[in-house]
């Protein structure tokens, strides 16, 4: 226990902090200008400075630590005149900008100097120059406000790791650049800019149009753009965003946000919005009213389901829409249509990883805290890159090596390149191999303990390749036992698990392989979801398989406590899947399809089927903000409300359900109306007696029929502290009920002549709502084609040249941008600039145990265009 | 009642001295006017109708969107609107005042760094609706060539003492890059 006195009172202390950190535990407030909580504390400003007794010279009280019996005085007249001093000596150069800069009124060394300062300063040799840059489409540096702090620096390189920002020059020609000079090459992540304490950096997408104190409305709400969760306040004026800041304190992303969380919600008001329902009148889409288009909705899903049955009515859920939103689609398919065919984009690979994974192991076993990450020693990272699908989830992964711990990468490390100790790029579609030989070494190691029976007699038939056979992967054995290695030292490690490790074939083997290296080592497993939502549709209910809750609609047991509990019947069958519904548009089978918030012919494999499916429908509803691609497409367009315009929840990766809050209101907020309420006045019309006020009595009704969400209301949800299971029933426990497709056997690496086309994951864009987004555009305009130089030597290309990648489905003309850190079999495209999607070249190929698409058979011809 | 009070009472002592103060009035000048046609001259500093300054030297109001005097408004009746120029700049695209929740306490022209609001000297604005009422930067604007011009300006500088008068920053200062305040050259 350690004593000390800070301005008369006694302070006890279990563990030495320094001096401010005690005072501020105390509630005594120090100054500070450099000092940044969660930061390194540096000492350069000297505004804490405090009065220590038996120390001759005044001492700044955030880098010293308390010792047992100091006696400290915070306010004295020496130091008020120390501080004093220290900021004339700042205002020296700091220009008198204030009626100008953006930063007044919330600006630390304006509060500083009108507590401590000098009136006037003395100094009358003239000031600094460095011009205002603006290379940079996002952030604007005014260095001549720039007080050196380093709490940019420190921001840049200790929390985000990006490692950008550098001070530069000499003296009072110190600066702060980015490394590259001019234009920033870094993350966007805008950290630096809610750290700066004056307007040095700055944000430019609300530059000069606003006050702090022009703020009318703060909106604590959930970012919309991944499934991380990070928490956010939306800064509103007379309904518009001016900025959307993270705080401290609140959510667990702790004052960090990535490039497209912060950057990105100018898409709501992009002017693009869908302002009425439209209807296809003569072939062409038309503006009609809200009745019209609910009535003739209505209507022929009514007609379609009395002549063709409920199984011929189909839905597409969204993992953009609240849990709400996907609570009522799915009633009004499964309960008031009476079908089963409701399915999301998920289907892609969450929603079949994420089942595989319960089978094996048991529900709720990727539950697993974001922010635990960064306690760990170790991470093995396989399928994507955490720091482009998931930025604020790779953020603790850089955190890990931080402290010293390992990360391992399968497969190119991306953002993480930097943190790997060494490389671990198997040729594509080989990784089953290097994975069963991964998991050989750590059997040999360490015998598995039996908690998983199941899991474990499945090991025992596993093929381990011999040296030889993991040949032909490009991995060599040392490489493996050098992992191998590394995960059997972790005591605390997790796995992180991409999308790429799920679409191929036999993902069955590939996520069980995965799943065995986390129970062999103890590891917490984590799956990345590059949509908010994804983990609240599996727990609404809207696959095929699953209730509402995550429970079997083909188990009698549970289908009856779902029709008890809602006093409504639910057809026995399991429905069809995303991709079967294509499947029955084609042939018929399927007359009716709902889209809601989901842009089936963009994000799902062989656009040119997909949308001549979706034209043989009888009936294609779209219900969505924007007139998309698939709603070009629709006989009904009905505009629903964005992100920032409605009420609801979403349910992250780590299953916290976070409250998403209303920022927008009134006139001119967008005119469409919250996706639930569509859908519950178009299940009233087919017959839905129970009606609904407000989107509270939506999750009541989830509450009362989903036993993951049992007692886990609104008021729980405050804080982003209610992690489900909460009050609800026990899990669903359905280990061992699994099979592994190939565990016997090796497959053939195939040697394709023409370079893979893989789907890239960029940092800044992830679809329909990105490439609306001003800012993000201006970070990246267009789509492009990544590979490596020697890739494009060989087929002639340069980087800035078009080239043209085809195969059977389609072709593209993308700008080649080259990449050294790509393997040379491969060719990375982005699936999010419209006519540039890569999906529209994938195939539809289904793995036949999880029903995951696979992508394996996607290899492109590649030629230059000539201009 | 003494016998002095009856006397007093029976000869209306007290209405001869009354009308005697109203015979002698009847040849001194009234102090009260006849308004409206008669119209009394505000005196410095007297808080009438709002005006944006023009600055003489761009044309333009002086207001640089600073936002203060909406910061420091009691009744919360300014707005300003400002956005990003083609160089960078702040531009003042709104100042709108509604004049009728306005409870001119000055505060505004007292916290206005350069003197850009003004209190002018014109009172007579009654008017039968509330759009007549609400200024935006152009009435505003207009206010001021109206009731300030070249003579209001020494009126309102002599009075409210604009602080930009005052204020020379050392040369060199990197003040506004000398876009913003025309004819501030340090
Ligand atoms: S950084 Fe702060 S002190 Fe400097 S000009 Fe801006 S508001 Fe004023
Ligand atoms: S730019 Fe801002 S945060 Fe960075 S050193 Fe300068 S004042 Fe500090
Ligand atoms: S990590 Fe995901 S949730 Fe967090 S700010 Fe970025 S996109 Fe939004
Ligand atoms: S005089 Fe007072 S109430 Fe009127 S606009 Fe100015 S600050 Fe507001
Ligand atoms: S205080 Fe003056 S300069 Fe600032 S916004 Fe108001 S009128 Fe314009
Ligand atoms: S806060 Fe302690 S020296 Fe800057």
Redesign the pocket.
């Known amino acids: 226990m350690i004593k000390v006195t800070i301005d008369g009172r006694d302070v006890e202390l279990e563990h030495p902090v320094t001096v401010l950190e005690a005072a501020r535990k105390a509630g005594i407030e120090i100054p500070t200008l450099c000092y940044f909580e969660g930061l390194s504390p540096f000492g350069g400003c000297r505004l804490c400075l405090v009065e220590v007794e038996k120390l001759p010279k005044l001492q700044t009280s955030c880098t010293l630590m308390t010792a047992d019996g100091m006696v400290v005085r915070t306010e004295t007249e020496q130091i008020r005149a120390a501080r004093r001093s220290m900021l004339e000596f700042l205002l020296i150069n700091h220009p008198l900008d204030c009626?100008y800069c953006d930063k007044a009124g919330e600006c630390e060394l304006q509060d500083l100097v009108a507590r401590y300062g000098p009136e006037a300063g003395r100094f009358a040799e003239g000031k600094r120059r460095h011009p205002e840059s603006f290379d940079d489409p996002i952030i604007v540096r005014n260095m001549e406000r720039c007080v050196l702090c380093t709490r940019c620096i420190r921001m840049c390189s200790e929390l985000q790791a990006s490692y950008s920002i550098s001070v530069t020059g000499r003296g009072s020609h110190s600066f702060v650049e980015p490394f590259s000079g001019g234009r920033y090459d870094c993350e966007y992540c805008g950290n630096c800019l809610t750290v700066c304490p004056v307007g040095a950096i700055m944000s430019r997408l609300h530059r000069h149009s606003y006050r702090p104190w022009f703020v009318e409305k703060e909106t604590e709400t959930v970012c919309g753009f991944c499934g991380v969760g990070c928490s956010m306040v939306l800064q509103m004026r007379e309904n518009s965003i001016i900025r959307a800041i993270p705080r401290r304190g609140v959510g667990f992303n702790e004052g960090l946000l990535c490039a497209r969380g912060r950057f990105g919600y100018e898409y709501v008001e992009g002017g693009e919005e869908l302002t009425t329902p439209l209807m296809r009148v003569d072939g062409e889409l038309r503006q009609v009213s809200w009745e019209e288009a609910l009535s003739f909705t209505a209507r022929r899903l009514g007609e379609i389901r009395d002549e063709f049955g409920g199984g011929a009515v189909g839905a597409v859920a969204s993992g953009r829409c609240t849990n709400e939103d996907n609570y009522m689609l799915q009633k009004l398919m499964r309960f008031v249509i009476g079908s089963n065919n409701i399915d999301s984009a998920a289907r892609n690979y969450y929603a079949p990883a994420q089942i595989y994974l319960e089978r094996i192991f048991g529900q709720g076993i990727t539950a697993n805290l974001i922010p635990g990450i960064a306690n760990s020693d170790g991470v093995f990272v396989a399928g994507g890159d955490p720091t482009a699908i998931n930025p604020i989830l790779g953020l603790k992964i850089r955190a890990v090596w931080r402290s010293g711990g390992r990360v391992v990468v399968l497969g190119v490390p991306g953002g993480l390149k930097r943190f790997v100790p060494y490389e671990l790029i198997p040729v594509p579609y080989s990784e089953e191999i290097v994975l069963s030989a991964i998991v050989g070494r750590l059997l040999e190691r360490k015998p598995p303990g039996g908690a998983n029976a199941a899991l474990e007699a499945k090991l025992r038939d596993l093929r381990i390749p011999s040296d030889d056979e993991l040949g032909s992967t490009g991995v060599s054995p040392e490489d493996v036992a050098r992992v191998s290695e590394d995960l059997s030292s972790m005591s605390t490690p997790v796995v992180v698990i991409g999308p790429d490790m799920v679409q191929r074939r036999r993902a069955s083997k590939s996520l069980f392989l995965l799943g065995a290296i986390a129970y062999l080592t103890n590891a917490r497993i984590f799956l990345l979801a590059d949509r908010p939502n994804y983990q609240g549709l599996l727990d609404m209910g809207c696959l095929p398989e699953l209730l509402p809750g995550g429970r079997p609609v083909e188990l009698e047991m549970f289908r009856h406590k779902a029709e008890e509990a809602l006093g409504m019947k639910v057809p026995e069958q399991r429905g069809l899947n995303l991709f079967e519904m294509i499947d029955g548009a084609e042939s018929g089978r399927l007359k009716a399809l709902y889209v809601m918030g989901e842009n089936p012919v963009f994000n799902l494999p062989d656009g040119v089927r997909v949308e001549k499916a979706l034209g043989s429908l009888d009936l294609l509803v779209v219900q969505d903000v924007h007139l998309t691609e698939t709603a070009r497409l629709a006989d009904v367009v009905l505009p629903a409300t964005a992100w920032p315009e409605k009420e609801g929840t979403y349910t992250n990766l780590e299953r916290r359900l976070q409250r998403v809050r209303k920022a927008r209101r009134g006139k001119m907020a967008s005119y469409g109306r919250e996706d639930w309420r569509i859908l519950a006045d178009i299940a009233g019309r087919l017959g839905m007696t129970k009606t609904y006020q407000r989107v509270e009595d939506v999750w009541e009704e989830v509450m009362h029929v989903s036993a993951l969400h049992t007692g886990l209301g609104y008021e729980e949800m405050d804080g982003g502290r209610a992690l489900w299971p909460y009050y609800g029933e026990p899990l669903r426990g359905m280990e061992g009920d699994f099979t592994v497709e190939g565990l016997d056997g090796l497959p053939e690496v195939p040697a394709p002549e023409r370079p893979y086309l893989m789907i890239e994951r960029p940092l800044y864009h992830s679809g329909t709502f990105s490439r609306r987004s001003k800012a993000l555009l201006a970070i990246q305009p267009g789509p492009y084609l990544k590979m490596n130089p020697e890739l494009a030597r060989r087929h002639g290309l340069t980087g800035g040249d078009k080239a043209r990648i085809s195969n059977g489905r389609g072709v593209l003309e993308l700008e080649v941008r080259l990449d050294d850190d790509m393997p040379d079999n491969q060719v990375h495209v982005a699936n999010t600039f419209e006519g540039f999607a890569a999906m529209r070249l994938a195939g539809f190929g289904t793995d036949p145990v999880t029903g995951a698409l696979y992508m394996d058979d996607n290899t492109v011809r590649v030629e230059k265009v000539l201009r | 009642m003494t016998l002095k009070d009856v006397i007093r009472k029976v000869f209306l002592v007290e209405i001869v001295k009354g009308m005697a103060l109203t015979f002698s009035r009847l040849f001194t000048r009234p102090v009260t006017r006849r308004y409206p046609k008669e119209k009394r001259p505000a005196e410095p500093g007297f808080r009438g109708l709002h005006a944006l300054v023009r600055n003489p030297a761009t044309g333009d109001a002086k207001?640089?969107?600073?936002?203060?005097?909406?910061a420091v408004c009691p009744s919360r009746c300014i707005n300003?609107y400002t956005s990003e120029g083609p160089e960078h700049q702040k531009v003042v695209d709104g100042y709108e005042i509604e004049v009728l929740r306005c409870v001119f306490c000055a505060l505004?022209v007292e916290?206005?760094?350069?003197g850009?609001?003004a209190l002018t000297p014109h009172y007579e604005y009654a008017d039968y609706s509330r759009e007549a009422l609400f200024m935006t930067k152009e009435r505003l604007l207009d206010n001021w060539d109206r009731y300030m011009g070249e003579e209001g300006l020494r009126y309102f500088d002599s009075f409210w003492n604009p602080k930009e008068a005052h204020f020379k920053p050392p040369r060199g200062q990197a003040m506004f890059k000398g876009r913003i305040i025309g004819g501030f050259s340090g």
């Open positions: 009626p | 207001c640089v969107g600073c936002g203060l005097c909406a300003v505004c916290a206005c760094p350069y850009a609001i």
